[in-house]
């Protein structure tokens, strides 16, 4: 069966001719699939009968199937365990703002970067998620909420750069015009800090937001707690940085999640302020989101305030992440990939 919603109009067009259907039809294919997102085939009215026939014996029309869909009683943040054909599951959370809908996506099937704070990566890496499946994740949600999706962060389960080429097509796919047209500038792709790959990634001249978790401001103490520093050192990704910045006119932004006592002193501001100089970037600061498997603590409330302060009267421009769907375990490090054991077993979602 053949992936046909990680194809591009173009590899679409190939497919249909291959299949002896005119080429208009891949257009209107390519609409069903990404514009309307629609997932049967039979649907597809304007197909005639004859090739939606040939498309049920063919393809695989890639669907991310709701097995489990929390709302926060708190903010309204909705997170969704979605599975694939293959049974493996991802999750995804849908968020509100004042300034559109947001969607925030995983790019794997666990990861294997091994963060000491993060709960996506306790069970390692299950498998890579093809571009469809990361366009599903978007779309599910979509038909699900029926409106409009504006802003994507590509922040959930996995490293996106540990999964170039499927994070690739997405971004090409769903910032197509022909598409859902969600403009580059909405969409925030979030790094652990794979040198080599930040420079991949600056040659294609999206305008995306490129974010880097950085979390530490020495090698040492990045190696502690995020085991792709002894890979890859501070001054390796700041180069990375700058070229990024230089190629793309795109500000990088550093995640930094406030651990109380582990990086959220004067000195670490200080060496924060240094870095952030260094390559022109925002720093958005998240006080960590406690796991259970680790005794890692959330920096208070005043001192998060007095790191920030620190930051800016030193000249760096810093936001605290607003935190959505803390209450659902949807916030940031705590998304993981099957259902945690303390769920209801009944599902919210029946069954197709
Ligand atoms: N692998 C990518 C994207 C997934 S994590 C990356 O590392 O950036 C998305 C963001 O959540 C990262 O900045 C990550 O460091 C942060 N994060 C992970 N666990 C967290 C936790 N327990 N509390 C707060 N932020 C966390």
Known sequence: MVDIKSFNLT??????????????????????LHAKCETDAEQMSNLPKSFREKLSRNAEIVCARPVEIQTSKTDGTKKYLFEFSDGEC????????????????????????????????????????????????????????????????VMGTGE???????????????????????????????????????????????????????HAVTDEKRREIMPVALSYSIDELMDACKKYFKRTGRRISFEYSLIAGKNDSDEDAEGLIRLSKRV???????????????????????????????LESGGVNATIRRELGTDIDGACGQLRHRRNAEFPKQLTVPRK
């Open 11 to 32: 590899e679409l067009e190939d497919y249909v001719a291959g299949l002896s259907e005119q080429k208009y039809r891949a257009r209107q294919l390519y609409e069903w």
């Open 90 to 153: 991802v999750e995804s959370v849908f968020m509100r703002y004042k300034h559109g809908n947001s969607v925030c996506i995983s790019s794997q099937a666990g990861c294997r970067m091994g963060c000491k704070f993060c709960a996506s990566t306790l069970d390692g890496l299950k498998r890579n998620l093809t571009p469809s499946e990361l366009l599903e994740q978007i779309y599910a949600i979509k038909r699900d909420v029926g409106e409009r999706i504006s802003n994507i962060v």
């Open 160 to 214: 996106p750069l540990d999964n170039f080429d499927t994070l690739i097509k997405f971004i090409e796919l769903i910032s197509d015009k022909n598409g859902l047209n969600i403009s580059q500038r909405n969409i925030t792709v979030s790094t652990c800090g794979i040198a080599p790959n930040i420079l991949r990634l600056s040659e294609y001249d999206f305008q995306i937001t490129l974010a880097l978790s950085l």
């Open 280 to 310: 022109s970037a925002h720093v958005n600061l998240i006080p960590v989101n406690p796991i259970k498997e680790r005794d890692y603590r959330r920096t208070g409330e005043k001192r998060v305030r007095a790191f920030k302060e620190k």
